[in-house]
């Protein structure tokens, strides 16, 4: 039996929220669309903090991504380098009994944003902060759906990720990826409603979203 769903999250931003990250889009484990059928923009974390705040549970959240693309996936200002969007992650975790220690992750690339000002699209999202414990997955990441469907990848593109609240904590317990996956579903229609649902949390995350339309 999973467990109940939380209540909707509050109609504007409660503390500590509203939180900012920001960065390139680089590859991920590749699993959001090909195996869940859920498209993922993947930006990189460095270290446990969080826009300052280093105890941030890992989990579901939603808020405002500002991104360097056009509705369709076509770049407004020229992406980051290829060469810096696959940085090297130790492996996931397959089994706790190896006695093989894993490596450090070699320094992340250091990336350098669009000029400020430049403007971006901005697009309701629900995002994944954690290691994704049904995968075990031995690095923490950051995960962003956009509540859009794109023609095509846009690897390189630069997001402002305003997070606006907090959806549930991370799950490892599911049955199957069909539980997975309904349950994230669930999550993305807590996200719509929240900003999109033209009800109070659409006109309490206002300021989100135009905090987003520029670097």
């Given at each position: 039996m999973p467990?109940?769903?939380?209540?909707?999250?509050?109609?504007?931003?409660?503390?500590?929220?509203?939180?900012?990250?920001?960065?390139?889009?680089?590859?991920?484990?590749?699993?959001?669309?090909?195996?869940?059928?859920?498209?993922?923009?993947?930006?990189?974390?460095?270290?446990?903090?969080?826009?300052?705040?280093s105890n941030l549970s890992s989990g579901v959240y939603f808020g405002w991504a500002g991104v360097s693309v056009d509705a369709d996936?076509?770049?407004?200002?020229?992406?980051?380098?290829a060469e810096t969007l696959d940085p090297a992650r130790p492996p996931e975790s397959t089994s706790s009994s190896s006695s093989s220690p894993v490596p450090p992750p070699p320094p992340a690339p250091t990336f350098t944003p669009p000029p400020p000002g430049t403007p971006l699209?901005?697009?309701?999202?629900?995002?994944?902060?954690?290691h994704n414990p049904f995968y075990a997955n031995a690095t923490r990441s950051c995960e962003i759906h956009l509540l859009h469907t794109f023609p095509r990848d846009f690897y390189g593109a630069w997001v402002k990720l305003v997070?606006?609240?907090?959806?549930?904590?991370?799950?490892?317990?599911?049955?199957?990826?069909?539980?997975?996956?309904?349950?994230?579903?669930?999550?993305?229609?807590?996200?719509?409603?929240?900003?999109?649902?033209?009800?109070?949390?659409?006109r309490g995350y206002r300021g989100c979203r135009e905090e987003v339309e520029r670097v």
């Open positions: 467990p109940p769903r939380p209540p909707l999250p509050p109609s504007s931003p409660a503390s500590p929220f509203p939180l900012r990250l920001s960065g390139p889009i680089i590859k991920g484990f590749g699993r959001g669309s090909k195996e869940l059928g859920i498209p993922t923009a993947n930006i990189p974390l460095s270290g446990s903090s969080i826009d300052g705040h996936g076509n770049h407004l200002v020229p992406p980051a380098p699209t901005p697009f309701p999202t629900a995002l994944s902060i954690g997070i606006c609240g907090f959806i549930r904590e991370e799950r490892g317990d599911y049955g199957s990826v069909e539980e997975l996956v309904e349950d994230i579903w669930k999550d993305v229609e807590v996200a719509r409603e929240m900003l999109v649902g033209g009800g109070e949390g659409e």
